[in-house]
């Protein structure tokens, strides 16, 4: 997920604004046109500065992306063929510093955690992805270019439309504000809020500058496969890899002697088919993912070591401030913000820590990095708190790392999907007598009474 801008040259930003402001207070004073053309000089003159930064910025990228691409870094995967979008393939030097960041990682997580490390398969079937909701919910909103056909993101084009319109040093600080808000807001738009964004902003194609279909419609980036000779067994290419582990969640529970909490790694590929991969390296249609999940009694989610990272202070940038206009992330002390609620729990704040300490050590430039909340409705379907580590590069604040609580939405979804209960048992101090009511409905009344129906009702009394 992206998140709201901020710019890479902030004085010249401001010194634009400033000057703006003032040419239009001396237009609103009715001053003499000398004097107005004198002042109207100094924004011109920043606009094209500021246009030369944002110019060397991108041909120092476009240079650097060469040079990796030379040495073989990387390169677009089957390029004798043209390649196809978002593929692209590490040559021996690329493949050196994967291994060398996953080394780092497995050392920051698996080692330091005593974690389980597993490797599942990438070929799920249907049923999996049915249960988890990703069939119904992984979706992306896109548009259709009505002329060549192309397909674009639709929250993307707002989002673009919005930070080429904040470069514009004419524009008033209470647009810029405004504009600012959409960004933040932009993945939490339903599909009908972000096509009557389009239609407001009268955004069209880019590129090619043809008319958008509307209104935006869900596109599922699942890769569709079927599994065996028939053709009638679907299955998917997994877009994480944590179904697999839910899957066995009882094996690795069991594996760990029944006892809460513990985590389970895994590192692997996956695959989404991302409507417009474009930003290179940071939007592709397979990559490699490191996922943690660690499970723990959700009537405590303290954290024995969350004392070790409570002192750390770093960027954080809180739903309710995203939801303000005009705001930006703030240094926040972690224990802090898990103390006042903001972060809902000591092990989401401990992961957080760990975050941190590793991509730092990672080489990450403190003040360009941050942990941004996902706002309520841009929360993934699974979610119950999340924040996303972006990095602030070329291209703007990028997510590298989602941390997110996920209840226990997964194992629920499982458990009731394939009637094998993925729980865990904890033995209580004192035994405790909990009243509970069954019902038992009776079956031979429920016949006359619906018919056809009469399965379903009786599953939905069953219930507890
Ligand atoms: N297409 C992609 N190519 C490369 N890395 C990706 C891609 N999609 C996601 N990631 C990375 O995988 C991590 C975990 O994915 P997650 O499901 O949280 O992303 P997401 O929030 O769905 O991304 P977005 O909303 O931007 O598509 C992200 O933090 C990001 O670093």
Redesign the pocket.
């Known amino acids: 997920?992206?998140a709201p801008e901020q710019s890479l040259c902030p004085e010249k930003s401001l010194a634009v604004e400033d000057q703006g402001l003032a040419v239009r207070t001396l237009d609103d004073s009715q001053a003499a046109k000398p004097e107005i053309n004198a002042t109207i000089e100094l924004p011109n003159k920043l606009k094209v500065e500021k246009s030369a930064v944002e110019k060397e910025r991108e041909a120092f990228r476009q240079a650097v992306v060469k040079t990796l691409e030379h040495r073989l870094f990387f390169h677009k995967s089957f390029d004798i063929y043209k390649g196809v979008a978002?593929l692209y393939d590490f040559g021996p030097l690329g493949r050196d510093v994967e291994l060398n960041v996953l080394s780092l990682w497995r050392k920051y997580f698996v080692n330091e955690e005593d974690m389980l490390e597993v490797a599942c398969t990438a070929l799920t079937p249907e049923v999996v992805f049915n249960a988890s909701g990703h069939v119904k919910k992984f979706t992306?909103l896109m548009v259709k270019d009505l002329v060549d056909g192309n397909f674009h993101r639709a929250d993307h084009l707002v989002k673009d439309y919005c930070e080429n319109r904040k470069k514009d040093p004419t524009i008033s600080a209470e647009n810029a504000a405004e504009l600012d808000h959409v960004i933040s807001l932009v993945?939490d738009l339903s599909a009908e809020e972000l096509g009557a964004k389009i239609k407001e902003y009268g955004i069209t194609a880019p590129v090619t500058k043809n008319p958008l279909s509307h209104p935006p419609l869900p596109f599922n980036?699942m890769f569709q496969t079927s599994v065996g000779p028939t053709g009638s067994s679907i299955g998917y290419l997994r877009?994480?890899t944590a179904q697999g582990i839910f899957n066995n969640f009882k094996k690795y529970y069991n594996e760990n002697g029944q006892k809460l909490p513990f985590a389970v790694a895994q590192v692997g590929r996956?695959f989404?088919n991302?409507i417009s991969?474009r930003q290179g390296?940071?939007?592709?249609?397979e990559?490699t993912?490191a996922?943690v999940e660690h499970f723990v009694d959700p009537e405590n989610k303290s954290h024995p070591k969350f004392p070790h990272v409570a002192k750390l202070e770093f960027l954080m940038f809180p739903r309710e401030e995203q939801e303000k206009t005009g705001q930006s992330a703030k240094k926040l002390r972690l224990g802090e913000a898990v103390a006042k609620g903001i972060v809902n729990s000591e092990t989401l704040g401990y992961f957080i820590g760990r975050v941190y300490l590793f991509l730092t050590r990672l080489g990450i430039d403190k003040e360009r990095l941050r942990f941004r909340q996902h706002l309520a409705n841009e929360m993934?379907h699974y979610a119950a708190d999340?924040w996303?580590?972006e990095i602030e590069c070329s291209y703007g604040w990028?997510?590298?790392?989602?941390i997110?609580d996920r209840s226990d939405y997964d194992l629920r979804a499982h458990s009731d999907k394939s009637g094998v209960a993925l729980v865990a048992q904890e033995k209580l101090v004192e035994p405790k007598e909990v009243e509970k009511l069954v019902i038992k409905p009776v079956r031979k009344e429920l016949g006359p009474a619906f018919k056809g129906n009469q399965e379903n009702v009786a599953e939905a009394l069953e219930v507890d």
Not at 281 to 285: M, N, V
Not at 398 to 402: A, L, M, P, Q
């Open positions: 997920m992206e978002g992306d993945e980036l877009p994480e996956v989404r991302e991969p390296l940071l939007r592709t249609r990559f993912l996922e993934a999340c996303d580590a990028i997510e590298c790392v989602g997110a």
